[in-house]
């Protein structure tokens, strides 16, 4: 074989296999050699059984994480070079099925088959291993119907989606990726609108934040971000998992804060008020149009990536679609979608630690924003019992957690809480 693209994706991929191998064992060994003793920081707040169940439970997973990353990889080389994909083609092709169907067909066999090597994970990641940390509360029954309705939610959004872009791949002419940006961003601010109103209530309850002794200083915190007490919930997180959480989510009138229910039995009054002045502080610093408008950019950029990809032979062939076929395959626009999502993440991996570091960013703001609204020392106690709820370790990794972590390690966290606010200084004098 002499496509230098081919050569260039197996080193890309050999590359990408290793750093996750290797940066897995950095964690695994970090955590392990930190597992005698409690951090200085969180020495009289955190037992020690608890830090050493989450340096195991953290073992555990990268463990997980390490022979499914092999799988992953091994599925993509069988689907691209191994000729997986050029038996998908051939095999639709011969159906007797309208050519948009037929890429539909593909593509439903490519899902079939990463759901194949992924649910044997997800499967023992819930029964085998929350299950023995003590987190896991699903039945068999709760996970396959969460299953079931995946799979409805991502056909009734997903199949028209992918039938509107391959439509205009094939009738839209040169311009089509910019009608299928224009497509999908129509869809991102769907999703955004339809997830908390019809998509989350699908696998849970959500229910107003009951009144209590803290309810007052909510609502008082509320208005003072302009944010309406009727896009505040509590969600049954405990009906799947004894994990706490927060997050923020919506758009406009959509827009939610939720709480699990887990977290809220366990954070007192000023607690739960720095949690939500941390949520609110995503809001309020505009981090969900930020990402939209780093996201448009880009998936318009890889849109006009993949417009110029579709029309070059060596793209093809360097992803294992033979020279016989390359005729079939470029006459159908699904086989050249369907080799851009397989190969992409494989090139944007080196991309990982930027968008880490920029969502560690909003981290870090939406905490300073807490802290001036509703005080440090609040946020701090209520970070640790979220810690310790979800067995996060406190001794991560710092190169592991540079490259992954959506969320700063939590002793970054607490030492920045611990800084004197420059805003709070400028209020003393
Ligand atoms: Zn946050």
New binding site residues.
């Given amino acids: 074989m002499t496509n230098a693209f081919a050569v260039l994706f197996v080193v890309a991929l050999a590359a990408l296999l290793s750093t996750r191998l290797w940066l897995a064992g950095r964690q695994i060994a970090h955590v392990q050699r930190h597992r005698e003793r409690v951090p200085d920081a969180f020495a009289d707040r955190v037992p020690l059984a608890a830090h050493q169940k989450a340096a195991d439970y953290t073992t555990a997973k990268q463990r997980l994480g390490r022979l499914e990353t092999a799988a992953d990889a091994l599925l993509l080389l069988v689907l691209t070079l191994g000729g997986g994909l050029a038996l998908l083609v051939r095999w639709t092709g011969g159906l007797d099925l309208d050519p948009l169907w037929q890429d539909i067909a593909m593509f439903t066999a490519l899902a079939l088959a990463s759901a194949a090597v992924s649910l044997p994970f997800s499967w023992y990641a819930t029964f085998v291993i929350e299950e023995r940390f003590g987190f896991n509360r699903m039945t068999l029954g709760l996970w396959l119907a969460d299953l079931a309705k995946g799979v409805a939610v991502a056909v009734a959004l997903g199949l028209p989606l992918l039938l509107l872009a391959l439509w205009l791949m094939r009738t839209a002419g040169d311009r089509w990726w910019l009608w299928t940006w224009a497509a999908w961003m129509v869809f991102q601010l769907m999703v955004l609108v339809l997830y908390p109103t019809v998509i989350a209530p699908l696998f849970n309850k959500f229910e107003p934040l009951p009144a209590g002794a803290a309810r007052e200083r909510i609502e008082a915190l509320l208005a003072r971000c302009g944010f309406s007490s009727a896009g505040l919930f509590v969600m049954d997180g405990s009906r799947r998992s004894g994990h706490g959480n927060a997050?923020?989510t919506g758009l406009g009138r959509a827009k939610r804060v939720v709480f699990f229910d887990t977290l809220l039995a366990r954070l007192e009054g000023d607690e739960l008020e720095a949690v939500l002045a941390?949520?609110l502080?995503?809001f309020k610093l505009k981090h969900i149009a930020k990402r939209i408008a780093w996201s448009a950019a880009a998936s318009l950029s890889l849109l006009g990536l993949l417009a110029w990809l579709a029309g070059k032979a060596w793209f093809y062939a360097g992803l294992g679609i033979p020279a016989e076929l390359l005729p079939a395959a470029v006459a159908r626009p699904g086989v050249a979608l369907a080799l851009f999502s397989l190969a992409l993440p494989v090139f944007t991996f080196v991309l990982a630690p930027l968008a880490a570091h920029y969502s560690r960013r909003?981290?870090f703001e939406?905490d300073a924003f807490a802290a001036r609204l509703s005080g440090g020392p609040a946020l701090v106690r209520a970070l640790v019992k979220l810690y310790e709820d979800n067995a996060a370790t406190l001794t991560p990794d710092p190169l592991h957690s540079a490259f992954y972590d959506s969320?700063p390690p939590a002793a970054q966290r607490v030492a920045r809480l611990a800084m004197p606010a420059p805003a709070a200084a400028a209020d003393a004098a």
Avoid: N, S
């Fill in positions: 997050y923020f941390h949520e502080g995503h909003h981290e939406a969320h």
